[in-house]
């Protein structure tokens, strides 16, 4: 899915400014549609061409007999430029900068043109008529003859409609194709000094000498607002067309940006020194000219300010997910949102504005490709974007080589870095073979939503005491308020704990199924996201962790879970080890078959791309090089192979039991299981095993347990419960690091000592 963007001013950013002196007034200036050429004119018979890259002056363009330029345009086609002056009207090519069309006027000066939005034909305005000019056959069609003079002329972007400025405060609209005059708008206070329509078509610009600016309905020929700024007297009005916004400026120096949806302004430049005269913005919206009375031109290279538009959009598409839905339950709703999966909604609407925005305006059509044979690497080069590089097994290459115009790509997944938009994930699929190859880029990370700076108002979870009651006919499926069936999950007895100087990081991955298409539902772990939510209320309720210090993510893929893990650790190093550190984890677990290691599996990697995961020795060094006072690394995960169901693929599964050596540090894991077994799911509790007996005890005991009572407790409750449900043996284990304080079993979970 990609979401398209339109940003408001207030997410533009100038990032650059380059001034080129013109040696004239610039009354006129005209960016070329890629934006870059400038054209200038004014009181001068030669118009000024410069490269707005450079600035350099690339020509000089005489207009006959011209002495004062009064218009000046680019033809959204970008083929060719007009100005109008005195009695004479010419049609420049914009690559050769040859004349191609000239007309002359025998009755009065030409104050106004406007390009057709095909490029085809020029709107006109002389003394008090205006007249369509054919540019494939230099023919001309009276439109009108006005009751006074005509001081502007605007082509409608997107209907056959035009706008006429005559007199001191008159607009009329006139429809092209009946030759008819369609309404008349009298709003305006002053002389019009310039109009324009929206890029959409659907409102009229203009503004006076009054101060005023207008935003005229064109369909009913209504004025919708009039905007006005303390001393600021506008010379122009220009859309500025894909942020929502158009731009004034006058003789008071100050370039506005205004928002055309709540009518905010922003001043974008400000030179109280010299009048502005003139504006231009080319149609890609990345630069802006503006004409100063000191004889120069600014131009201002404007930029999307990414995170503006990011924190915009997850805002508003957070505060809509988490309204109550007309004929939502409230106990169904309290399930849905609560702090916890407020925090995974807001990290998964990041992650699909930056995807979305990062192919924004570009394709995947491929330029050309590239084979290492002995490496058996294609290197695919795209026109949008840098070389992505893909393992293709050499007996693929040919049948991949040849379906290069049909490959398709999925899935792709981008991180905002230092290069705006950076490719960490694609999948292509050779369409002839059906055969899909995955690229990653390992060194970036996910952007972390952290830096939006995102505000919202406290939720309430507590459930009404009326929600709770079910009469004798009704049913709560493990579906329905999962958590609330456990008695864990009921009634968190009041504590007096604090734990300020803690941090966690708490993940659950349920559903794998998302990102493997190829597994069965069987392949998920059930209860996963309950065990991680259940955690989350535990460590804020009981343990005492501020919720603000507390990281949680349900079916987190692998760069948002490296991304994760990196920056806790990376806390405990601000602290001059006074933090301590908690990681819980439940879903997969795998080991790799050769070399036995054992990984935790994101929710997008399976055992075909382990070596993706996580890999539990990384895990542990990088909390045992952290600064952490104390770390506490708390896994409901097997490592056998197994899963969590009945079914081998689902328990969760793989060896658990590192090297003594692997540990090293104040680190102590406590593990759902040991050696080869299973962590078994407690289906009536929909929790797993281990975790519900390690949060009973925590709820039985207010948080304050030691370590050896914990390990003494999980190791009689756990292994009788499996025993009873399964049949098999479930053995927790608590184990620490080399290195570490002899009492450690002595600890607790609360209070940091």
């Known amino acids: 899915m990609i979401l398209s963007f339109v940003p408001s001013f207030a997410q533009i950013d100038i990032i650059n400014e ?55 345009k680019f033809a959204p086609d970008g083929k060719s430029f007009a100005a109008a002056g005195d009695d004479y009207v010419v049609v420049f090519n914009s690559k050769t900068y040859e004349e191609k069309f000239e007309f002359k006027s025998n009755s009065g000066f030409y104050n106004s043109i406007s390009y057709s939005p095909d490029s085809k034909k020029l709107a006109v305005a002389f003394h008090n008529s205006v007249r369509i000019w054919d540019l494939t056959t230099g023919e001309s069609q009276l439109l009108t003859s006005c009751n006074h003079e005509v001081t502007n002329v605007a082509w409608s ?54 101060g005023y600016i207008n935003i005229v309905d064109v369909l009913s020929g209504e004025n919708i607002k009039q905007l006005t700024l303390k001393g600021h007297f506008p ?55 503006v004409g100063l009375s000191d004889k120069s031109v600014h131009i201002l290279t404007v930029r999307k300010n ?156 507590a459930l009404p005491k009326q929600n709770l009651k079910t009469s004798e006919t009704e049913q709560v499926s493990a579906s329905t308020i999962g958590t609330i069936l456990s008695d864990i999950d009921q009634m968190l007895p009041p504590t007096t704990n604090k734990y300020p100087e803690a941090y966690a990081l708490i993940i659950g991955n349920e559903d794998y199924t998302k990102y493997n298409p190829t597994l069965s539902p069987e392949s998920n772990v ?63 677990g795998f080991p790799d078959e050769v070399s036995k290691e054992a990984f935790i599996l994101p929710v997008d990697i399976s055992s075909d791309n382990l070596q993706e995961g996580i890999k539990l020795t990384d895990l542990y060094r990088a909390f045992s090089t952290s600064k952490a ?60 095993i281990f975790t519900y007996y390690l949060l009973k005890y925590l709820k039985e005991n207010n948080g304050s347990v030691k370590l050896s009572d914990l390990e003494e407790y999980l190791d009689n409750e756990v292994p009788m419960t499996s025993l009873k449900l399964f049949g098999i043996e479930q053995t927790p284990q608590i184990y620490s690091g080399l290195g570490i304080d002899p009492k450690w079993k002595e600890w607790t979970l609360t209070d940091g000592k």
């Not at 405060?169 to 109009?195: A, H, P, Y």
């Open 235 to 289: 010379w122009f009005v220009v859309p500025a067309f894909l942020f929502e916004s158009i731009l004034s400026g006058g003789d008071d120096g100050r370039l506005i940006c205004w928002g055309t949806t709540n009518y905010e302004y922003k001043i974008f430049q400000e030179n109280s020194n010299f009048r502005l005269l003139s504006c231009s913005i080319n149609d890609g919206n990345n630069k802006i000219a």
């Open 629 to 688: 006072h104390r770390t506490f690394v708390i896994l409901d995960a097997c490592f056998s192979g197994q899963g969590r169901d009945q079914s081998l693929l689902t328990a969760r599964a793989v060896k658990i039991k590192p090297q003594e050596d692997i540990l090293e540090g104040n680190i102590v894991v406590i593990s759902a299981v040991k050696s080869d077994q299973r962590s078994l799911p407690y289906n009536q509790q929909k929790h797993g």
């Open 306 to 461: 990414d995170l503006a538009i990011i924190k915009g959009v997850v805002s508003k598409k957070t505060k809509s997910w988490q309204q109550q839905g007309k004929f939502e339950k409230s106990a169904d709703y309290f399930k849905r949102v609560n702090d916890s999966t407020r925090i995974s909604q807001i990290d998964l609407f990041t992650q699909l504005v930056i995807d979305s925005l990062g192919q924004e305006g570009k394709s995947w059509a491929l330029k050309e490709t590239e084979y290492d044979a002995d490496n058996e690497i294609f290197k695919l080069l795209f026109y949008d974007y840098p070389p992505v590089f893909i393992h293709v097994p050499i007996n693929e290459a040919e049948s991949f080589d040849k379906s290069v115009k049909s490959l398709s790509f999925k899935n792709p997944k981008f991180t905002l870095g230092e290069e705006r938009y950076v490719l960490m994930h694609l999948e292509i699929t050779n369409q002839a073979n059906n055969k899909t190859y995955s690229y990653d880029k390992k060194e970036v990370t996910a952007f972390n939503p952290d830096k939006l700076g995102l505000e919202f108002e406290p939720i309430n979870i």
């Open 157 to 210: 972007p997107t209907i056959s409609e035009i706008a006429i400025a005559e007199g001191l405060n008159e607009v009329t609209f006139w429809d092209l194709n009946k030759g008819k005059r369609l309404m008349t708008n009298t709003s305006q206070k002053d002389l019009i000094n310039c109009i324009s329509y929206s890029r959409d078509g659907d409102f009229l610009y203009t503004c006076s000498g009054a």
């Open 18 to 72: 380059k001034v080129i002196p013109c040696g004239i007034q610039p009354n006129l200036i005209a960016l070329s549609p890629d934006g870059s050429i400038l054209v200038v004119g004014g009181n001068s018979k030669k118009l000024r061409i410069y490269s707005t890259n450079s600035g350099e002056e690339l020509n000089m363009v005489p207009v006959k007999d011209v002495f004062t330029i009064y218009d000046l």
């Open 526 to 588: 059930p209860f996963a996201r309950n065990d991680a939510k259940s955690f989350y209320n535990y460590a804020v309720n009981v343990l005492g962790i501020p919720s603000d210090n507390i990281f949680f993510f349900t079916d987190a893929i692998g760069s948002i879970m490296k991304r994760e893990i990196e920056r806790i650790c990376k806390m405990a190093n601000y602290k001059d080890g006074k933090v301590d550190l908690f990681f819980y984890y439940a879903g997969h």
